[in-house]
């Protein structure tokens, strides 16, 4: 098992800094993504759920470290090399200067999260979970790019590491665990019934169930703890909060 893991997270880890400089979101989106991808399915061919489920936790927390790192460096490359970095910079950055968009408001963040939930539980169980591995790619992806954004632009008092903590809310990381065991009761779920109906089939209640109240955690902490969080990356920004959507990159 170890080896496998190692094929799977080591790109993860090394392929952004790599990527970044090319400034092509298809080769960012697919590259770190796939060693990932054929050691996941394998997992979950095998009926190794467990397996599947520290892959895919262990890959998300190297390819978030590396991510940042690299956009917290190279920040410009960073916006035209990851999908979406850009547009969800602004967007975020529009929050924290006014206090309008749909981080701080429910009524515009839940159809999100709830589309991009299903979306990973209809994705895993057609195809092994591969898809839902690639689109969760590029939602860590584009994620990863903004908490890079904000390293790179904090007041220089502040510890890099507590920059990108900040940046990287407890409810997104409520997120990324739900959508992990998700994705993995999905794929275990699917498998069977659409690849190989004569293969034992894997307990996926608890997952699913672990999955829900992640997700629940998620919108309940976000909820509550937005507006307090806006006020501290205000503070952390400075004058970077005040950038308006589509200003400097």
């Known amino acids: 098992m170890i080896s496998a893991l190692l094929l799977a997270v080591i790109p993860g880890v090394l392929l952004p800094w790599i990527v970044i400089p090319l400034r092509s979101q298809a080769l960012f989106a697919l590259l770190p993504v796939i060693p990932l991808a054929l050691v996941y399915a394998r997992w979950i061919v095998s009926r190794r759920a467990g397996a599947a489920l520290a892959t895919a936790g262990l890959w998300a927390v190297g390819f978030s470290l590396s991510t940042v790192a690299a956009s917290a460096v190279l920040s410009e490359a960073a916006t035209k090399a990851i999908w979406h970095a850009g547009a969800y910079r602004d967007e975020?950055?529009?929050?924290?200067?006014?206090?309008?968009?749909?981080?701080?408001?429910?009524?515009?963040?839940?159809?999100?999260?709830?589309?991009?939930?299903?979306?990973?539980?209809?994705?895993?169980?057609?195809?092994?979970?591969?898809?839902?591995?690639?689109?969760?790619?590029?939602?860590?992806?584009?994620?990863?790019?903004?908490?890079?954004?904000?390293?790179?632009?904090?007041?220089?008092?502040?510890?890099?590491?507590?920059?990108?903590?900040?940046?990287?809310?407890?409810?997104?990381?409520?997120?990324?665990?739900?959508?992990?065991?998700?994705?993995?009761?999905?794929?275990?779920?699917?498998?069977?019934?659409?690849?190989?109906?004569?293969?034992?089939?894997?307990?996926?209640?608890?997952?699913?169930?672990?999955?829900?109240?992640?997700?629940?955690?998620?919108?309940?902490?976000?909820?509550?703890?937005?507006?307090i969080w806006r006020d501290l990356l205000r503070a952390l920004l400075g004058a970077s909060a005040g950038i308006e959507a589509g200003g400097s990159s």
């Open 92 to 227: 975020m950055l529009a929050w924290i200067a006014t206090g309008r968009g749909p981080e701080g408001s429910i009524r515009l963040f839940l159809p999100r999260v709830l589309v991009e939930y299903v979306l990973i539980l209809a994705l895993s169980a057609a195809s092994i979970g591969v898809a839902a591995l690639f689109l969760g790619g590029l939602l860590l992806g584009y994620m990863n790019g903004y908490v890079g954004w904000v390293v790179s632009h904090a007041d220089p008092s502040a510890s890099p590491w507590v920059a990108g903590l900040l940046a990287w809310p407890p409810w997104a990381i409520c997120r990324v665990g739900a959508f992990i065991l998700a994705g993995t009761a999905g794929a275990s779920w699917g498998f069977p019934r659409l690849y190989r109906k004569d293969a034992p089939r894997v307990p996926v209640a608890r997952m699913l169930v672990a999955s829900i109240v992640l997700l629940l955690l998620d919108i309940g902490l976000k909820w509550w703890l937005a507006p």
